[in-house]
């Protein structure tokens, strides 16, 4: 059956560049997608978007082109809280793809931890609004303290304007908690402003929580896009992105999210948006923690010495 994309959706790009910036040996692209390919893989009845494919494959040669050694690899909502394709890549990974899942209320022990011989370790809770319907936070709550046994996190996903309101479920989660993209601060106010205050506040105050300072593509408002060979892209997300490395250095990741759902104006050059990291990780060390160190600590905990 052949599937209709989302009217206006954009693709991912055809043919990086090589990153001029180059990689620390061992780091780890801690948050991309696979969807499906829809043919092996369907999407989800309840999605709010309708893909192209990009799958493990790709995943893989993107992976080796841009020179990381490894991936996290996040479910994606179009596949609701059907783990099969995020699962299906992490097995073929031969050790170098961990997963995070979306799992419901119902899920068994025994799902559970098939789940994790595949590699995952964390689920996701998803609370923007234009990508999910809303699940009870009483079962969200009840899904966290079904993990943590099993030593996994949840990585959240919010818009910066509803933190004030999910504060005090955030800090009530039994386990480490990972921020998606810095939760989506509005970066045409500024970084020191009350709303990414807040932000940091919520990082300072708790150290469990962590924060992927991923998709400047997504946040910039004035770019300018990582295409046609710039290597200074979305000078605007620098100072919010650069602030939460140099204050959280340990309880910093870094992803591409390719294949980069839901982008409207433009599709970043992988290859130039990789050059954004060192923008924001300005020291040899500072790019170890945020790509190698970091990342392994939290998904290959039993290759740290
Ligand atoms: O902002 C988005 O549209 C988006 C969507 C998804 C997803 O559909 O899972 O994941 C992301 O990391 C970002």
């Given amino acids: 059956m052949h599937v209709q994309k989302t009217p206006g959706w954009l ?53 080796d082109h841009l020179g990381f050694a490894r991936n996290v690899i996040v479910q994606a909502t179009c596949h609701g809280a059907d783990n099969r394709a995020m699962v299906d890549a ?26 994790h011989a595949a590699g995952v370790r964390g689920v996701r809770f998803n ?6 319907d809303f699940t009870p936070k009483d079962e969200l709550l009840e899904i966290a303290h079904r993990i943590r046994p099993l030593g996994w996190h949840v990585v959240i996903y919010f818009e910066a304007v509803d933190l004030p309101e999910l504060w005090n479920f955030f800090t009530a989660l039994p386990t480490p908690i990972v921020v998606d993209h810095m939760g989506r601060p ?47 892209a979305y000078r605007d997300v620098v100072p919010f992105a650069r602030r939460v490395v140099e204050r959280f250095p340990d309880r910093v990741l870094w992803g591409t999210d390719w294949p980069h759902p839901n982008l409207k104006g433009h599709m970043p050059d992988d290859g130039a948006l990789v050059d954004f990291i060192a923008h924001i990780a300005v020291t040899s060390d500072l790019q170890s923690r945020l790509l190698v160190d970091n990342p392994m600590r939290l998904y290959w905990p039993e290759e740290q010495s």
């Fill in 186 to 232: 509005d970066v045409s106010q500024p970084p020191d402003g009350p709303e990414f205050s807040l932000f940091l506040k919520f990082m300072e105050e708790h150290p469990h929580v962590w924060s992927k300072v991923s998709c400047p593509e997504r946040l910039s408002v004035t770019g300018p896009a990582a295409l046609n060979g710039e290597t200074a």
């Fill in 11 to 63: 693709d991912w790009h055809p043919a990086p560049s090589r990153p001029r910036f180059v990689l620390p040996a061992g780091s780890v692209d801690a948050h991309c997608h696979v969807f499906g390919p829809g043919a092996e893989f369907p999407f989800a009845r309840e999605r709010k978007y309708t893909p192209c494919d990009a799958g493990k494959h790709q995943l893989f040669a993107l992976r």
């Fill in 127 to 132: 609370f923007v609004k234009r990508l999910v």
């Fill in 90 to 115: 992490c097995r073929a990974s031969q050790g170098r793809a961990r997963g995070v899942a979306t799992v419901r209320r119902g899920i068994t022990d025994a799902e559970l931890h098939d789940l």
